[in-house]
């Protein structure tokens, strides 16, 4: 039998309660949450839209809630996390303060990335925060960037039982990338954000990582694209010469 700790926290105590519901339970209205918590309407509204924020929920059409990515079983990475995101902090500080965008690292976890550490620059207009979130990978600029580092034939198994994906189109797309050394995801996964992506490879050469630029589209200039790219890759190989060293 467990007792509810001293010192709880209500907040967290409801926004937990909330998605274990949207795991267990399905689909859930905002009127239904506050009723189930017995809180006020707007506090339920709140409490939904943190979850939304950190992928534990999302939000359909008719604007009933769900349960998130995080809250569906996660597919194992077999990526060094710990090491990668220890490894990466300072390099990505270095990028995010020469190019003043965002910057993410991720991994592949099956047909999905995921994003294990993020830096955000200081800019009004900005991506913000992106740690713990999953995406498509073939969608996503560092997932296509890691995907265009296998053997085509490791995509070809990767993808086909996945339904919706053109694998003859994606290893064409995937092959541009390993051609220009970069991907690009302009508003695939998300309206008003471009992002670049390029591969952080291990001692063997396979790729366990990617790290990313997310540009507000808006402030999108290709004529930036050398600069940002050369910026990029040089973070890359600093993170990969440093997982090399602590091996």
């Not at 839209?49 to 359909?60: E, G, H, I, P, S």
């Not at 073939?138 to 580092?149: Q, R």
Request: aromatic residues 4%; hydrophobic residues 45%.
């Amino acid at each position: 039998m467990k007792n509810k700790p001293v010192y709880a926290i209500d907040s967290v105590d409801h926004a937990l309660h909330l998605a274990q519901i949207l795991q267990q339970e399905g689909t859930l209205r905002v009127t239904d949450a506050a009723e189930r918590l017995g809180v006020s309407v707007s506090t339920a509204h709140r409490l939904l839209a943190m979850l939304v924020y950190r992928d534990f929920a999302a939000q359909r059409p008719d604007r009933t809630y769900t349960a998130g990515p995080v809250l569906r079983p996660a597919q194992r990475s077999e990526a060094p996390v710990a090491l990668l995101r220890r490894v990466s902090a300072p390099h990505l500080h270095t990028l995010v303060d020469g190019v003043q965008e965002s910057a993410n690292l991720m991994i592949l976890a099956g047909t999905e990335v995921r994003f294990i550490a993020t830096v955000e620059c200081a800019r009004i207009l900005r991506v913000g925060e992106r740690a713990g979130r999953v995406l498509p990978a073939h969608l996503a600029s560092g997932g296509k960037a890691i995907l265009a580092g296998l053997p085509a034939t490791d995509v070809g198994t990767l993808y086909e039982d996945v339904d919706g994906i053109d694998v003859p189109k994606l290893r064409r797309e995937l092959a541009l990338v390993r051609k220009r050394g970069f991907a690009i995801n302009d508003q695939l996964t998300e309206a008003g954000l471009t992002a670049l992506g390029v591969a952080v490879r291990g001692s063997s050469g396979a790729p366990e990582a990617a790290v990313s630029l997310a540009i507000p589209s808006a402030r999108f200039d290709r004529n930036q694209l050398p600069t940002w790219v050369a910026a990029m890759t040089a973070a890359a190989t600093r993170i990969e010469n440093d997982l090399a060293a602590r091996r």
